[in-house]
Structure formats: structure tokens, C-alpha cells
């Protein structure tokens, strides 16, 4: 009998390693303005088997992803938005320590004339 509890521990553990899409969830970077302010974004990303989809700071603000994609041979990520009256939104980046929960996405984030690197961390 404590066999069989075990192996069924061992199998419910498995279950819950299981993440699935490895940008699934929330990921929140920081920027520091030169002014020295900084700027949170948050990035709120969920696969449904063809699409990556999303929300850029999620809130009466939001702006939805309208295209998003991720090159598993070199784990480049890209997306593309419209912001505030059609303002563009892009970023370009890599995924970073993949066998963790915490995984990163660096790279360069672009918002009509800005700029600037950032560094995403999943919560």
C-alpha cells in the first residue's frame, strides 16, 4: 500500500513539473529613464496551440499583442503592438534560463521614437 501512495506522489509531482509553452504567464521588466523615473511593463503572454497572444499592462491602459512569435532553434521572441493613438509598439529579445519558473526575456524595446533594453523576469 505505501508503495502505490508513493508512486502516486511521484506522478502527481511530475504533473505539476509540466509548465507547457515556456511564455505562458506574467512577466514584469523595468526600465530606468534617464531622468532616473523608472517605468514598469508588464507583459501578460498565454499560447492556444497556434497563436501567442497577449496584453501589455494589463488595466483600462491594456494594448493587445497583434503579433507575437518565438523561434525555438535560438528561443528569439518577437512582438508587435499599437499603442495609445497608433503609437508602435516592438520587441525584440531572447529567452533566458529556460529550465527554470523564473525565466527571463532580454532584449530591445521599442515605443514610437524610444528605445531602450529591458529585461523581462516571469512571475
Not at 12 to 19: F, I, K, L, S, T
Not at 45 to 54: K, L, Q, S, Y
Not at 78 to 96: D, E, M
Request: cysteine-free; glycine content about 14%.
Amino acid at each position: 500500500m505505501r508503495a502505490v501512495f508513493a508512486g502516486l506522489l511521484l506522478l502527481a509531482g511530475a504533473a505539476v513539473a509540466q509548465e507547457g509553452f515556456p511564455l505562458d504567464g506574467t512577466w514584469r521588466g523595468v526600465h530606468a529613464a534617464p531622468d532616473g523615473t523608472q517605468r514598469t511593463i508588464v507583459l501578460i503572454m498565454e499560447w492556444d496551440g497556434r497563436v501567442i497572444g497577449g496584453t501589455i499592462n494589463p488595466g483600462p491602459d491594456s494594448v493587445t499583442f497583434e503579433s507575437a512569435s518565438l523561434a525555438p532553434a535560438d528561443w528569439k521572441f518577437t512582438l508587435a503592438a499599437s499603442g495609445p493613438g497608433g503609437t508602435p509598439i516592438a520587441f525584440t529579445g531572447t529567452l533566458g534560463d529556460i529550465g527554470r519558473y523564473d525565466r527571463t526575456l532580454t532584449g530591445k524595446w521599442s515605443e514610437g521614437q524610444q528605445s531602450f533594453d529591458i529585461r523581462f523576469v516571469r512571475e
